[in-house]
């Protein structure tokens, strides 16, 4: 295993590129990080080999309880190279509560692993992966009409109380988000924010929530469409993830121009009790 340096993720974010879209999510962090640097969101960047990788695993630095909520991501080129670095080496502390963000497709390898390493495994959640690749095709929106702000810290608990994840240990995570990724949210008249949409640290758009009595207004479609925008303008990838179940989102980012991508669905799977 190799951890790679500040040069490293320069050339990995070119080399990632190559590998779309199984490698965006990973690629989508390595922009992140080589935009922001540590202090938005440390983590550190492992490879099984350099600069030929197979493996590509991005670790949170875990300093108190609520970074166990950060996601550990991987890209692999096969199946058999991220067995055998989960399997083989120590790059993970097993005996941690684990969320582990991979490609469906390595469901199966992931329950042999965790048999072998004697750690009980559960599938969070499943999602669609969604794509926009021209923004410049999504609807124009009148924004002179509507107060926009980004969230700040004062609007962690509710951001934090809406989201179905939600729960104390995720305040930690949601802060993060808010301090050092791009955000978006409408106000009402008195300043408070009524719809919003975050960036997570794979520059994925997600957490989109809009409270009951303003919905239908078209504040969703309005925040989708800025922060698309704003990130394609800034050299970010722009994507989300959508759950299975979720139809209703499927279908407002779809209807903005976000395209699936039928071979790959993202997955997130636990690893021990928190």
């Known amino acids: 295993m190799r951890q790679l340096t500040t040069e490293d993720l320069k050339i990995l ?60 991501t991987v890209f692999s080129k096969n199946d058999v190279y991220l067995r055998d670095l989960l399997a083989q080496t120590d ?17 199966k390898m992931l329950e042999f692993v965790a048999i072998n390493r004697d750690v009980p495994m559960k599938k969070e959640a499943v999602c ?3 794509v926009l690749r021209e923004p410049s095709k999504c609807s124009q929106i009148d924004s002179l009409s509507l107060k926009l702000s ?22 930690v995570m949601i802060k993060n ?4 990724f791009p955000s978006c949210c409408v106000l009402d008249e008195d300043d408070r924010p009524v719809s919003w949409i975050l960036t997570y640290p794979s520059c994925a758009l997600g957490m989109l929530y809009t409270v ?11 925040l989708v469409t800025i922060m698309s925008k704003r990130l394609h303008s800034q050299g970010y990838p722009v994507f989300c993830f959508i759950e299975e179940k979720n139809q209703l989102s499927y279908r407002l980012f779809t209807s903005l121009g976000f395209t699936e991508e039928p071979d790959y669905k993202a997955s997130w799977f636990v690893f021990n009790d928190f």
């Open 13 to 72: 974010e070119v080399d990632l590129k190559n590998h779309f879209p199984q490698s965006l999510q990973v690629y989508g962090c390595i922009v992140q990080l080589n935009r922001t640097g540590q202090r938005a969101d440390p983590v550190s960047v492992f490879v099984d080999l350099w600069p030929d990788y197979r493996v590509v695993l991005i670790k949170p630095e875990i300093r108190e309880t609520g970074d166990l909520f950060k996601d550990l």
């Open 150 to 171: 980004s969230l700040n810290e004062s609007h962690l608990a509710l951001v934090n109380s809406t989201w179905k994840f939600g729960c104390e240990h995720s305040k």
């Open 91 to 107: 790059v993970i502390d097993w005996k941690m509560y684990i969320c582990l963000a991979a490609e469906l497709h390595h469901e």
């Open 177 to 180: 988000m808010i301090l050092n």
């Open 212 to 222: 009951p009595e303003h919905r239908g207004k078209g504040y969703a479609k309005a």
């Open 128 to 130: 669609f992966k969604l």
